[in-house]
């Protein structure tokens, strides 16, 4: 039987919802369930690969091609359970479907509403293309009392009577300030909030609030009191420096055994030995590495969330702390920088779009490569360590991207074909922006003897992509004639999916994303190897 926990949130946004949701989830998985996460976002957009990073965070891609959200990075983190097209969807998405059932005629007579068209809509996606899971947690996005999350609300409200009040948990998300002045945590935008949420009928069940010290037992009594909720419903989320502390804290405060609770299941003890094992590497490393992130967003470090947490996971896996160095690629257009790599022990130029910052970009890959520094080229990142190497190995004149506009050699070029599942797909300089790129996971093969073969431990791998354009392969020669290989491609052999330098410490670009694969207890190999080679450059500097 399945049962399903929706998670609002309320006062402020940015509490954390995601974490929470994931955080439970890995509770809940560590007692023996399997569980899937879920989320409901309130925007307009059909999914929010048009988006800018400075808008929405870190477009997470899923095996199945989907453009998601960062949140669902956390659940796949958390849990280990790969996420789906069928776990995310918008405002955006429920509309245009709507809109093009009402179009094919499959409405005919019916005046198209809110509410039961698009709430219908809406809880068909929460129920759908589930197998055996015995928990489903859904977050909506947004504040409790913004308008356009309304609509969600309303639907998940509809499922507590549809499936059943005990097989329905409502659990929400708050903030409880605290006043230096009063000395206290305020628990009355709490109240409010509660409030909002009952006027669209729900009550919550369980509140998970957010703390930055521990609640007093009276405060507890009262929230339960104002609040209509069990006091030992009235769960304390307090900061934490990691966010793999987080499951563990919560269980600490109860969460999990008041959720097992509450549907009635058996109170078996969750085996929490891997979280206990990761909350101490992070907590206590042995040493410590600084690594320079040269990219365009670095004003919003949620753009880059899969990255920092797999570079995290790959500190895990050696024993380290990874610094991350935050740098915007632009300084390195001017002359006289680079002091701003001196002394990192690696450096990473991540996946971008636009032109803006590339010739950076290119030239912090060249200082890599000369200085003999680790380096790791993540899709643009990978693209322009080519376009560099063809420029200042191969001597290539004009090498550059017709992402940027026309060029004499355009070593990097729009994907125009390539295949999935058998079939060919095809793009055009004219074709939509939206949901056109290639998305999700692709099989490369890796060559034997190749360094990247003995990182992966295996001839064929599956890695998520997301670009427009590809690296040439007519350049292949001459670039390996300067000792710059394409060590993995794709099975038919057309696309370039991996590059290294194999008379270097360590420099790879890869034309896929592997941060998105990468979890706390298992820790991609690319990072670990990347985090091991910085390792290694600490003691040389
Ligand atoms: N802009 C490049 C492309 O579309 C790289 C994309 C990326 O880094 N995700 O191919």
């Not at 926990?5 to 949701?21: D, M, R, Y």
């Not at 899937?36 to 199945?64: A, C, F, I, W």
């Not at 056109?436 to 003897?449: C, D, F, I």
Request: charged letters at 20%; a negative charge; glycine letters at 10%.
């Amino acid at each position: 039987m399945t049962r399903y926990i929706f998670i609002t949130g309320g006062v402020v946004s940015s509490l954390g919802k995601g974490i929470a949701s994931a955080a439970l989830g890995a509770l809940l998985q560590a007692r023996g369930f399997k569980v899937r996460l879920r989320k409901l976002d309130p925007y307009l957009n059909v999914d929010p690969g048009t988006m800018s990073p400075y808008q929405h965070g870190e477009v997470y891609v899923t095996d199945d091609g989907a453009e998601t959200d960062l949140d669902l990075g956390h659940y796949e983190r958390f849990t280990g359970v790969s996420s789906q097209q069928s776990d995310n969807v918008t405002t955006g998405r429920i509309y245009s479907d709507v809109i093009a059932k009402e179009r094919r005629g499959d409405y005919l007579g019916a005046t198209i509403q809110v509410i039961p068209h698009v709430t219908e809509a809406i809880k068909k996606f929460v129920i759908n293309d589930l197998t055996d899971e015995e928990f489903v947690l859904c977050e909506i996005g947004g504040t409790v009392g913004d308008i356009e999350g309304l609509p969600f609300l309303e639907a998940i409200r509809q499922l507590g009577n549809d499936l059943g009040r005990a097989n329905c948990m409502y659990l929400h998300l708050t903030l409880l300030p605290y006043i230096p002045t009063a000395g206290e945590l305020k628990t009355k935008p709490t109240q409010h909030s509660v409030k909002e949420l009952l006027s669209v009928g729900i009550q919550p069940d369980l509140l998970l609030c957010r703390a930055e010290r521990d609640l007093p037992e009276g405060e507890r009594e009262k929230i339960a009191l104002f609040c209509n909720v069990q006091q030992s419903s009235v769960i304390p989320a307090l900061d934490v420096s990691s966010i793999y502390q987080v499951p563990i804290s919560y269980h600490n405060q109860g969460l999990d055994d008041e959720v097992c609770r509450f549907f009635n299941v058996d109170p078996q003890q969750p085996d929490l030995a891997r979280w206990y094992d990761i909350m101490e590497r992070v907590t206590r490393p042995e040493g410590e590495v600084s690594i320079a992130v040269v990219g365009k967003y670095t004003g919003l470090l949620d753009a880059y969330k899969s990255l920092s947490e797999a570079l995290a996971h790959g500190g895990i896996a050696n024993n380290v702390r990874v610094n991350l160095n935050w740098i915007d690629s632009e300084i390195f257009e001017n002359e006289d920088t680079f002091q701003h790599l001196q002394g990192v022990h690696g450096i990473l130029v991540p996946g971008g779009f636009g032109e803006r910052g590339v010739e950076g970009k290119i030239a912090a890959a060249s200082f890599a490569r000369e200085h003999r520094v680790p380096f790791f080229g993540i899709c643009l990142g990978m693209q322009m360590a080519v376009v560099e190497a063809a420029r200042n190995l191969a001597g290539i004149r004009g090498a550059g991207s017709t992402e940027f506009g026309q060029c004499q050699n355009p070593i990097v070029g729009l994907l125009t074909e390539w295949e999935r599942d058998g079939l060919v797909e095809m793009r055009s300089t004219e074709s939509n922006m939206g949901g056109t790129m290639r998305l999700g996971a692709y099989e490369a093969l890796v060559q034997k003897n190749s360094r990247i073969h003995k990182i992966y431990g295996t001839d064929r791998i599956s890695e998520r992509h997301r670009h427009r354009y590809e690296v040439n392969l007519a350049y292949e020669q001459d670039l390996a004639s300067k000792g710059m290989v394409f060590s993995a491609k794709s099975p038919n052999g057309i696309l370039p999916e991996v590059v290294e330098i194999p008379d270097h410490p360590w420099f790879f670009g890869v034309q896929f994303h592997p941060e998105l694969k990468s979890r706390p207890f298992e820790p991609h190999p690319l990072f670990t190897a990347f985090v091991g080679a910085a390792v290694d450059q600490s003691r040389l500097v």
